[in-house]
């Protein structure tokens, strides 16, 4: 008997363990064109905090009661769909559950990289999508420009690292902790700040880059948005990838240098990735490059049994992943 | 004796009058290439503010113990250069005192349009020009979008209303107090907001504008940055011109709904008016075509006497005026 995790009340802040419920869900035969898919692989991202509230947003909110869904990698067990056969290996949206049934059409086979399945749910999937379109195209980042990112050992942060370094950029990137640091470091960052460390934000970016950044690639809001803006020099853009401090919180944003837009011309642009799926050709391009080339390190934090799943995508909220949070069936 | 108005000590939060000084300045021989202006109408803007603090900015400090300066309109009374004849009426920067003396080249002659001297420091000089370029270029406001302008009192605000709905966009306007927001609704405004009266302004916006807005022009900050947060339709664009809410207070400015950034995608870029001096013509072009066609309305609050022009800076930042706050000498 297939099973999902329920969204079983909206949580308020942050969610907790019985805001979920793992509950069989009823076998169901194929309908012409779809598929069955045994998943191997599930992602939980920040982003789905926001789809257990009751608002409207650029994703729908997950309906109270039923199962929820997210990025997964599996196995095609079952096909009504010339589509796909038995046997192929998919990416497709029906996760948060050990067996999907979806049409074929919104499945993907996996890209025909040399990567493990469940590196297209991180850094050749969404995640790292979102760090390349994000950093070239929104900030528009230019070899030779100074990029600070934060939450750079996270799955999208620690891809802006690599790619920025890949092509030629001062990186900075902030992590938690002197572990995280470290890894941020070997990734190839100029300078780390560890937001858990001496200082604040906004002082420890102003040593780090004593000449102000040209980019921010923001995963996080709060004070290391307001560190960037202290920072920013002449024309520097920002790209708004999320904001994780306030998912659960809820209190407003203070920001003491905002005004620094006006003399410094700062442009701050929001985006989601999904906006970009047009040219996900390129960006497999340059990935499948630069893993040739040795470019792009990856780290995964993994959390095993469908059972765990909350626990994981907890997880990204006090800061337990290193890299791409997944979970293994 | 010429006189001019000096900063005497760097104000800590709002300024007071002890802040400044009138004192007589030397009298000055011309050297070669200079003009004698006798000024007849004088500038206060809110962005001297900035310049009485002792950090770098986009212009640089005022000196302490020294003279001012600042937008002024006057009349030649003496000239060593061949490009300017005495009689010829001028813009310049040396302001805040009756009679200056400056290169010729640093001084513009009136342009061609049958306008008062005075409105080439408001509608016709840089607040008109801040509100044509940051509205129409940098915020990209099409018509047929939906507009919020805050200050839409004020020299650069009411000036942003009306080339709004000359260009044939739907405006919200807001301003403190009733008979700011009657003379907002005589520009044209669609509707508008005050400030001061009941309910918060991220209410009223939602109020005003239930579809949301697709452009927002920021001369304020704070709660109205806010509201244009929360209110901000898909792809909406902020130009940021101004944050007076904060100029004095240094305080922190809190968002509660900075995030709708990301999934609204919208664009926040901050600008200065000297960036688009070279599109100049384009500018005084549109403008002579609408006043001709009777749609600007302009309105001056008017301080007689260089002896009042601290009461007429400070009077920026408690809402005196009503359109351009001039100084008559």
Same mark, same amino acid.
């Given at each position: 008997?297939?099973?999902?995790?329920?969204?079983?009340?909206?949580?308020?802040?942050?969610?907790?363990?019985?805001?979920?419920?793992?509950?069989?869900?009823?076998?169901?035969?194929?309908?012409?064109?779809?598929?069955?898919?045994?998943? &191997?692989?599930?992602?939980?991202?920040?982003?789905?905090?926001? =789809?257990?509230?009751?608002?409207?947003?650029?994703?729908?909110?997950?309906?109270?009661?039923?199962?929820?869904?997210?990025?997964?990698?599996?196995?095609?067990?079952?096909?009504?769909?010339?589509?796909?056969?038995?046997?192929?290996?998919?990416?497709?949206?029906?996760?948060? =559950?050990?067996?999907?049934? &979806?049409?074929?059409?919104?499945?993907?086979?996996?890209?025909?990289?040399?990567?493990?399945?469940?590196?297209?749910?991180?850094?050749? !999937?969404?995640?790292?999508?979102?760090?390349?379109?994000?950093?070239?195209?929104?900030?528009?980042?230019?070899?030779?420009?100074?990029?600070?990112?934060?939450?750079?050992?996270?799955?999208?942060?620690?891809?802006?690292?690599?790619?920025?370094?890949?092509?030629?950029?001062?990186?900075?990137?902030?992590?938690?902790?002197?572990?995280?640091?470290?890894?941020?470091?070997?990734?190839?960052?100029?300078?780390?700040?560890?937001?858990?460390?001496?200082?604040?934000?906004?002082?420890?970016?102003?040593?780090?880059?004593?000449?102000?950044?040209?980019?921010?690639?923001?995963?996080?809001?709060?004070?290391? &948005?307001?560190?960037?803006?202290?920072?920013?020099?002449? !024309?520097? =853009?920002?790209?708004?990838?999320?904001?994780?401090?306030?998912?659960?919180?809820?209190?407003?944003?203070? &920001?003491?240098?905002?005004?620094?837009?006006?003399?410094?011309?700062?442009?701050?642009?929001?985006?989601?990735?999904?906006?970009?799926?047009?040219?996900?050709?390129?960006?497999?391009?340059?990935?499948?490059?630069?893993?040739?080339?040795?470019?792009?390190? =990856?780290?995964?934090?993994?959390?095993?049994?469908?059972?765990?799943?909350?626990?994981?995508?907890?997880?990204?909220?006090? !800061?337990?992943?290193?890299?791409?949070?997944?979970?293994?069936?």
């Amino acid at each position: 008997m297939a099973r999902a995790w329920h969204l079983e009340r909206r949580p308020d802040g942050m969610p907790t363990a019985d805001d979920f419920a793992l509950r069989d869900i009823p076998a169901t035969a194929l309908a012409d064109g779809q598929v069955r898919v045994r998943n &191997l692989w599930l992602s939980v991202d920040p982003y789905m905090r926001g =789809r257990m509230n009751d608002a409207k947003s650029y994703a729908a909110p997950f309906a109270l009661g039923e199962p929820m869904g997210g990025g997964a990698v599996g196995e095609v067990i079952e096909s009504r769909s010339d589509m796909l056969a038995v046997g192929d290996r998919v990416l497709h949206m029906g996760g948060w =559950r050990d067996e999907a049934v &979806l049409p074929a059409r919104e499945a993907q086979k996996l890209p025909a990289i040399d990567a493990p399945a469940q590196a297209f749910l991180g850094q050749l !999937g969404m995640p790292g999508m979102t760090a390349y379109f994000g950093l070239l195209h929104v900030a528009e980042a230019k070899p030779g420009e100074t990029v600070f990112v934060s939450a750079a050992a996270g799955a999208v942060g620690s891809t802006v690292v690599q790619i920025a370094k890949a092509k030629g950029m001062t990186v900075i990137g902030s992590a938690g902790g002197a572990a995280k640091c470290d890894w941020v470091r070997s990734l190839g960052a100029d300078q780390v700040i560890d937001y858990k460390g001496e200082g604040s934000v906004a002082r420890q970016l102003s040593a780090a880059a004593p000449e102000g950044i040209d980019v921010y690639f923001d995963n996080v809001g709060g004070d290391h &948005l307001d560190a960037a803006f202290a920072t920013a020099r002449q !024309g520097a =853009r920002f790209a708004i990838c999320g904001m994780i401090d306030i998912y659960n919180s809820g209190a407003p944003t203070q &920001l003491r240098y905002i005004a620094r837009t006006i003399a410094a011309r700062i442009r701050m642009q929001g985006f989601l990735v999904s906006d970009w799926m047009g040219q996900a050709p390129a960006f497999y391009a340059d990935m499948a490059t630069w893993m040739a080339e040795g470019k792009l390190q =990856r780290q995964e934090t993994v959390v095993e049994g469908l059972e765990h799943m909350p626990e994981a995508f907890l997880g990204l909220f006090s !800061g337990r992943n290193t890299g791409k949070m997944l979970v293994k069936l």
